[in-house]
């Protein structure tokens, strides 16, 4: 955390610190809610350092009808890739220098040749703040019409840089940067935290920038490749039958319990056998509503003293229960049928028997005949979306290699290389 000096009076120093003080808590809350993406209400923005920032808030919204004083924006009139919302008919851009706020500009998006002066509508609405020319600020060729500063703010805005000319938003080093908290007493900027997460950066978009024609490359399908993706199959080499996704992405029902939590896996280790799909009878009724994309059952996974384990077996029909009589009644009979011989269907198929394995305090199948590389994430919890600028694809997860149901190594990710399959869309 970051303090810029007041240079005011001893008694107004006090009451900025008490009042930094009485905000505290309310901040670090706030600051909990953010997530590495980030998420913008207006579509102001910052100039600092000569590099521009998008603004999770607007300054301006100190003043009630700040959203209309040049009129309302239609629906179709401007689309933007950045995450930031369409909160108004203007931009207004800000200025950050020597830890003072200012207003320097505003842009119109709808109808500009009705508000020839826009500077004296914008006077109009801060009422005593006015736009002036100070000397080495206000050149006329950046700031003809002047600054006017912000002195009216006290709050936190946080604040995001631009895409860089060879960059985009979906890139994957820029989608990994936090944003920064600056903190304003009467325009003031009086704490910056810029503190972030340790992070591995897996693309270094400098060199996409040295030669960004070499990963502007089209796929068949018509859309362009994230550089990022690009860069990182050159780096990996990947085989002919491989590809590569930047997001983690299942395609199995299988869950993994590990450090007493529950993740998503990407792939069943039991796929190692060719029939695993059809060790249990068919549980579509009909007329029913069960489905799944790859079986018709859940393989309960452990990880304990560092092997892979099959702890059990579970019925997605255990989860709902119908609302339709007939369908309710089809559900409790296929799962009294299935569930007393669960482990034995698997025994079956793989072999192996289930033992009592101390460290889990229960029966269980050690994975001995699967070697190959897991991906597991933890599923969305119910508040994920709580706040707005939350992404949970932009969570990190977990890539394990696994050498005859033991487990060799274990890393964080951002990214996962899986075998090309045309059953399950892998492409």
């Known amino acids: 955390m970051k303090q810029f000096k007041s240079k005011r009076s001893a008694v107004d120093g006090l009451a900025v610190i008490l009042l930094c003080l009485s905000v505290s808590f309310g901040l670090a809350a706030q600051k909990q809610a953010i997530s590495t993406d980030f998420h913008g209400q207006t579509i102001d923005v910052l100039l600092w350092d000569s ?6 808030q607007s300054p301006l919204s100190y003043f009630a009808d700040y959203r209309n004083v040049f009129g309302r924006l239609t629906a179709d009139t ?25 207003l320097y500009d505003v842009e119109i998006l709808d109808g500009a040749e009705n508000y020839p002066d826009r500077f004296r509508i914008i006077e109009e609405l801060t009422v005593r703040h006015k736009f002036v020319k100070y000397l080495g600020i206000s050149s ?7 600054v006017m500063e912000a002195w009216w703010f006290t709050g936190f805005i946080y604040v995001k840089r631009q895409p860089g000319p060879h960059e985009t938003y979906c890139d994957c080093r820029y989608l990994m940067e936090k944003p920064t908290l600056l903190f304003f007493t009467d325009g003031r900027l009086r704490y910056m ?14 060199e996409i920038s040295k030669n960004p024609g070499k990963y502007e490359k089209l796929l068949k399908s018509g859309y362009k490749k994230a550089p990022c993706l690009e860069l990182m199959e050159e780096k990996l080499s990947l085989d002919d039958d491989q590809v590569i996704h930047h997001t983690f992405q299942s395609f199995s029902t299988d869950e993994i319990r590990w450090n007493d939590s529950i993740f998503t896996v990407s792939e069943s280790p039991l796929s190692f056998f060719e029939k695993y799909r059809d060790i249990y009878p068919n549980a579509v009724p009909e007329e029913g509503g069960f489905h799944s994309r790859e079986k018709n059952y859940i393989t309960r ?4 003293g560092e092997r892979l384990y099959i702890q059990d077996i579970g019925f997605d029909l255990e989860k709902t229960a119908c609302s339709d009589e007939k369908q309710e009644n089809a559900r409790i009979e296929y799962l009294n049928r299935v569930r007393p ?19 889990l305090k229960q029966n269980a199948i050690p994975a001995e005949w699967y070697s190959g590389t897991l991906y597991f994430k933890r599923p969305p919890a119910q508040d994920d979306g709580l706040s707005p600028s939350f992404n949970y694809d932009c ?10 149901g033991i487990v060799k190594s274990m890393e964080k990710t951002a990214y996962m290389v899986i075998k090309r399959n045309p059953a399950y869309g892998h492409n």
């Open 78 to 102: 401007y689309i933007s890739e950045a995450p930031v919302e369409l909160d108004k008919n203007y931009q207004a851009k800000w200025l950050l220098r020597k830890g003072v706020l200012y």
């Open 140 to 146: 006329a060729d950046q700031y003809p019409e002047g």
């Open 193 to 206: 935290d810029d503190s972030q997460t340790e992070m591995t950066y897996y693309i270094d978009n400098n």
């Open 341 to 359: 011989n669960r482990l034995q269907a698997v025994e079956e198929l793989t072999g192996k028997k289930f033992r009592h394995v101390p460290a």
């Open 51 to 56: 590099v521009e920032y998008m603004c999770s």
């Open 301 to 304: 996974l452990a990880i304990a």
């Open 395 to 404: 969570e990190p997860f977990y890539r394990i290699t696994v050498e005859k």
